[in-house]
C-alpha cells in the first residue's frame, strides 16, 4: 500500500509570502503529525490531528496552522514567512492517536529567500 | 518536561565491532520510547519501540528507568547499518503522538 505522500516536495519562497504543504496518509490512518526538521534544532513537533481535529501542538508560532479534512488528508500553512522557516518539513500518518506505529513521509524541503 | 539527549553526534566503529547508541530521557510520566533510524536518501523509520521488546536488525534496546536510558545496541556492526539514528520519547496519555526527539547519532561503520 502507498506510503505518506507529501506534495510538493521542493520549493523556494520569498520572505513575507506564505505556503501550503500537503500530505497524504497511508490509506486507514486518521491521525497526521508534522514536524520540523533544521540542521540546529533537529526535528520538533508542529502539530498533530486526528478525526479532523487538533490534538496537540508544538511550540511554534501562530504563523504555523493546520487542518485535516475528512478524507484524512492534511495541510499545513506558514504565513509570512522568515527565513528561519527554511526547513525540511515532515508529515507522519498513524492508525489512531493511542501510540500505534508512525510512519514518515519524505519530506517537503523549502527554502526561504 | 519531555526531553531526549543522544550525546554523540557522531560514532564510528570498526565492521564487527559493538554498537552502543546512547539516549538519555527526561520525562515525569509513563514514557514510551523509540529508535528511528534514517539512511541515506530514505525516510524516516521505525527501528523498534520499547513495548515490543525486538530485535530488530540484530539491534536491541532496553529500558533502564532508574538510569532513564534506552541505549541501542548491536553486538557486530554491519556497513549497511550506516545511518542517522534518532531516539524518541512519547507520552501517550498527555500527548497522543506526539515524539519528542533527540539529536541524532550518525552511526558510521568502516570496512
Known amino acids: 500500500k502507498a506510503g505518506v505522500t507529501q506534495t510538493p516536495r521542493y520549493l523556494i519562497k520569498t520572505r513575507g509570502q506564505q505556503v501550503t504543504l500537503s500530505c497524504s496518509p497511508i490509506?486507514?490512518?486518521?491521525?497526521v503529525s508534522w514536524y520540523q526538521q533544521t540542521p540546529g534544532q533537529g526535528l520538533q513537533f508542529l502539530f498533530e490531528?486526528?478525526?479532523?481535529?487538533?490534538?496537540n501542538k508544538g511550540n511554534f508560532p501562530g504563523r504555523f496552522s493546520g487542518r485535516q479534512f475528512s478524507n484524512s488528508r492534511s495541510e499545513m500553512n506558514v504565513s509570512t514567512l522568515e527565513l528561519g522557516d527554511s526547513a525540511l518539513y515532515l508529515c507522519?500518518?498513524?492508525?489512531?492517536?493511542?501510540?500505534?506505529?508512525?510512519?514518515f513521509g519524505e519530506g517537503s524541503w523549502l527554502t526561504v529567500v | 518536561a519531555q526531553r531526549v539527549t543522544q550525546p554523540e553526534k557522531l560514532l564510528s566503529v570498526f565492521k564487527g565491532a559493538p554498537v552502543e547508541l546512547k539516549c538519555n530521557y527526561s520525562?515525569?510520566?509513563?514514557?514510551?520510547l523509540f529508535w528511528y533510524v534514517q539512511y541515506s536518501r530514505q525516510r524516516l523509520q521505525l527501528l523498534l519501540r520499547?513495548?515490543s521488546r525486538e530485535s530488530i536488525k540484530g539491534f536491541t534496546a532496553d529500558l533502564n528507568k532508574g538510569e532513564t536510558s534506552f541505549h541501542l545496541k548491536k553486538p557486530f556492526a554491519q556497513e549497511e547499518d550506516s545511518a542517522m539514528y534518532y531516539c524518541?520519547?512519547?507520552?501517550?496519555?498527555?500527548?497522543?503522538?506526539?515524539?519528542?526527539f533527540g539529536a541524532g547519532t550518525i552511526l558510521r561503520v568502516k570496512s
Open positions: 507522519a500518518s498513524s492508525w489512531d492517536s493511542s501510540g500505534n506505529t508512525i510512519y
Open positions: 490509506s486507514g490512518h486518521r491521525s
Open positions: 490531528y486526528f478525526s479532523e481535529t487538533q490534538r
Open positions: 520525562y515525569s510520566g509513563s514514557p514510551e
Open positions: 520499547h513495548i
Open positions: 524518541a520519547l512519547s507520552g501517550l496519555r498527555e500527548y497522543g503522538n506526539k515524539l519528542v
